[in-house]
């Protein structure tokens, strides 16, 4: 059974830094794209940045560009959020097993973690 498991969330003043961890397990995703996405309250579940399995490929939403930046390494995910602002302030979620061309949609990502709260204070 797949499970994806999301820590490092929390509450930090805008301007500061947040590392979040997504832990993989239960099966290898090599040909598949791992994602993160988010939702704020009454907002739909956005993209926000993917990586390939093999780590060669990034891919970030423009609100993030230059500020986030996700990486890899055995079956942890991470997502290095630098330069926080308000409006970042969502439940970030893992997720993972999309093809590396659909690395944008949540439709076609099969696993998904429960999910960390992100708040950001102005």
Request: proline share 3%; aromatic share 14%; charged share 15%.
């Amino acid at each position: 059974q797949v499970q994806l498991v999301e820590s490092g969330g929390g509450l930090v003043q805008a301007g500061g830094s947040l590392r979040l961890s997504c832990s993989a397990s239960g099966r290898t995703f090599s040909r598949d794209a791992m994602g993160w996405f988010r939702q704020a309250p009454g907002k739909e579940r956005e993209f926000v940045a993917a990586i390939s399995w093999s780590g060669d490929r990034t891919y970030y939403a423009d609100s993030v560009k230059g500020r986030f930046t996700i990486s890899n390494a055995k079956n942890t995910v991470y997502l290095q959020m630098n330069s926080l602002k308000p409006e970042d302030t969502a439940v970030y979620y893992c997720a993972a097993g999309a093809p590396l061309v659909y690395y944008n949609s949540p439709a076609r990502y099969d696993y998904w973690g429960l999910g960390t709260q992100v708040t950001v204070s102005s």
